[in-house]
């Protein structure tokens, strides 16, 4: 446990990028809790949509783990703007109140290798040091559970404060939640499209995902209810579009991309990953053989004026991880390190995108 004064003298250190000014003497932080189980911040912002407020959340936990030690807990760091007198304000519960960045991984048509790619980036983030967990949103088709070893992993869920927390597994040091942990893999998974979208909801909400620096969610191919259900409850970060080289992959990626840029979504799109870009012999492994085509995601970004974050060759070692649950990115190898190098670039561009655009805002159903 540890006093008031501590931590504010911790977070003192830390100054607003654009204010100049420490957040402690701006009056940021209104609320601090400390017990046994924990550190909870509610940070007060003059605005709710001040585009620092990520980076900021980030720098908190970062700072008190230095200065306090790296067994301190932060449990919580809640962000709740200053009422302005004379303005009303409606107050919202927050979702997901302790993640700083959500990053969506979608492709436009299924094959493309998109989970392998959502899987590899959690644990190549985690890898860096950054706290990370990985949501399957791929309610119909989740393969996360195999990818993880864990299809008879079954999470527990415990009442807190009147309200079910499911407990996400933890592994290759990533929070994971999936459909598939609820449902026996022989099984088919039959929803109409509301079943589907309400159980994304639980995982959301419901999901015990604590402080996390990004969370990765691994979304269905093309288009659909999900897509939807996930821009109405949080505000993504930013999407990254896994393709092929292949054309027709090209053409369904360019829907995807539109869809994230359509103005009812309007998710920035943080670039584009070409998977399979080429094969690579485990006898040969400087031998590169184009065997779906060669740059075609690389002229696709060109095209869409996107950045291409990174092309990941398609090498036998991915396969077998991928279906022995030992993801390739959870070793030193070319493909692993072509992961972490991805990572690199999804770090660099989530930085970018936070300080020059303002905070995506959650999608407003209105009847």
């Known amino acids: 446990m540890f006093s008031k004064d501590k931590i504010l003298k911790a977070l003192s250190a830390i100054k607003h990028p654009e204010k100049g000014k420490d957040i402690v003497s701006l009056g940021m932080i209104s609320e601090i809790y400390s017990d046994e189980s924990g550190i909870s911040i509610t940070i007060a912002p003059e605005k709710s949509n001040d585009p620092f407020i990520s980076s900021i959340r980030s720098t908190i936990v970062k700072t008190l783990k230095e200065a306090l030690g790296s067994d301190a807990?932060?449990?919580?760091?809640?962000?709740?703007?200053?009422?302005?007198?004379?303005?009303?304000?409606?107050?919202?519960?927050?979702?997901?109140?302790?993640?700083?960045?959500?990053?969506?991984?979608?492709?436009?048509?299924?094959?493309?290798?998109?989970?392998?790619?959502?899987?590899?980036?959690?644990?190549?983030?985690?890898?860096?040091?950054?706290?990370?967990?990985?949501?399957?949103?791929?309610?119909?088709?989740?393969?996360?559970?195999?990818?993880?070893?864990?299809?008879?992993?079954?999470?527990?869920?415990?009442?807190?404060?009147?309200?079910?927390?499911?407990?996400?597994?933890?592994?290759?040091?990533?929070?994971?939640?999936?459909?598939?942990?609820?449902?026996?893999?022989?099984?088919?998974?039959?929803?109409?499209?509301?079943?589907?979208?309400?159980?994304?909801?639980?995982?959301?909400?419901?999901?015990?995902?604590?402080?996390?620096?990004?969370?990765?969610?691994?979304?269905?191919?093309?288009?659909?209810?999900?897509?939807?259900?996930?821009?109405?409850?949080v505000p993504v970060t930013g999407a990254i579009v896994v393709t092929t080289p292949q054309d027709i992959a090209l053409a369904d990626a360019v829907k995807g991309i539109a869809m994230f840029r359509s103005d009812k979504i309007d998710v920035p799109v943080l670039g584009l990953v070409e998977n399979m870009s080429w094969f690579t012999p485990a006898e040969l492994p400087l031998n590169k053989y184009y065997i779906f085509g060669k740059d075609g995601g690389k002229k696709l970004a060109e095209k869409m004026n996107v950045p291409l974050l990174g092309q990941i060759p398609l090498v036998q070692s991915i396969c077998e991880g991928s279906d022995n649950g030992q993801p390739v990115a959870f070793g030193d190898s070319v493909t692993g390190n072509a992961f972490m190098e991805l990572a690199g670039e999804i770090i660099v561009k989530t930085e970018t995108r936070n300080k020059n655009q303002r905070p995506t805002v959650k999608l407003q159903v209105t009847k």
């Open 73 to 233: 807990v932060i449990k919580e760091i809640k962000v709740q703007p200053k009422v302005i007198v004379g303005k009303h304000q409606e107050k919202q519960q927050e979702v997901l109140p302790g993640v700083a960045n959500i990053i969506a991984v979608a492709s436009g048509k299924g094959g493309v290798g998109k989970t392998t790619i959502a899987v590899n980036l959690a644990i190549s983030l985690a890898r860096k040091g950054f706290n990370t967990g990985l949501l399957d949103a791929d309610i119909f088709g989740p393969s996360v559970p195999k990818m993880f070893d864990a299809e008879t992993y079954r999470p527990e869920v415990r009442n807190e404060n009147n309200v079910d927390r499911i407990i996400p597994l933890f592994k290759y040091g990533v929070k994971v939640l999936s459909t598939g942990f609820f449902v026996d893999p022989a099984d088919a998974v039959i929803w109409r499209g509301p079943m589907a979208s309400n159980f994304l909801k639980q995982l959301i909400i419901n999901g015990e995902w604590g402080i996390l620096d990004y969370l990765i969610v691994d979304l269905p191919p093309g288009t659909s209810d999900i897509h939807l259900t996930l821009v109405q409850e």
